[in-house]
T-cell receptor, first 112, second 113 residues
Framework: DTGVSQDPRHKITKRGQNVTFRCDPI?????LYWYRQTLGQGPEFLTY????????KSRLLSDRFSAERPKGSFSTLEIQRTEQGDSAMYLC??????????FGEGSRLTVL | QQQVKQSPQSLIVQKGGISIINCAYE??????FPWYQQFPGKGPALLIA?????SEKKEGRFTISFNKSAKQFSLHIMDSQPGDSATYFC????????????FGTGTLLAVQP
């Protein structure tokens, strides 16, 4: 399967711990996006990359959040000192044609 | 404003009926309007999309109607099937360099057999 892959699918952690999510986009796609989705809501934009360059960050992305795409291929999203409010589905997407985002199945985070 | 407003929040339709979901936007810079379908535990999947130079786009049982002057667009699902039961999100993008999508709040569709 050559779709967007995310790992892990589920993560349960205690408040204050650090977590890291990985996203492998569709190989020929240069743009990669991170979104966050809470229960009953639509996905909210967090940040995006053009190759290895992070070009925009939402104000939702506090200082505890950091995203990287070091070689322009896979990306990681790290959350430091997790809080209960960080509990959400973290979605990664890569861009096919203009506006055509292809999403992965997400990484669900539960902070206890 | 960057908001995209979606209604209804939930919808129950009988098998074979027509499902209609509506969205409205404020930002006239938006130039791409996709609909996504999401099943529980899965990521959103692109269903159909339209650009403002046309008023309607049809793909199989799915049709987008677009009203530029009213800044509204809607998804029509003809001959709705139980397998269509999912959450549907409208979205909008102003394209350009970012291609960032702004999503509506979603509509939970249940198609009863």
């Amino acid at each position: 399967d050559t779709g967007v892959s995310q790992d892990p699918r589920h993560k349960i952690t205690k408040r204050g711990q650090n977590v890291t999510f990985r996203c492998d986009p569709i190989s020929e796609h240069n743009r990669l996006y991170w979104y966050r989705q809470t229960l009953g809501q639509g996905p909210e934009f967090l940040t995006y990359f053009q190759n290895e360059a992070q070009l925009e960050k939402s104000r939702l992305l506090s200082d505890r959040f950091s995203a990287e795409r070091p070689k322009g291929s896979f990306s990681t999203l790290e959350i430091q000192r997790t809080e209960q409010g960080d509990s959400a589905m973290y979605l990664c997407a890569s861009l096919g044609g203009p506006g055509e985002l292809f999403f992965g199945e997400g990484s669900r985070l539960t902070v206890l | 404003q960057q908001q995209v407003k979606q209604s209804p929040q939930s919808l129950i339709v009988q098998k074979g009926g027509i499902s209609i979901i509506n969205c409205a936007y404020e930002n006239t810079a938006f130039d791409y309007f996709p609909w996504y379908q999401q099943f529980p535990g899965k990521g959103p999947a692109l269903l159909i999309a339209i650009r403002p130079d046309v008023s309607e786009k049809k793909e199989g049982r799915f049709t987008i109607s677009f009203n530029k002057s009213a800044k509204q667009f809607s998804l029509h699902i003809m001959d709705s099937q139980p397998g269509d039961s999912a959450t549907y999100f409208c979205a909008a993008s102003s394209g350009g360099a970012t291609n960032k999508l702004i999503f509506g709040t979603g509509t939970l569709l249940a198609v009863q057999p």
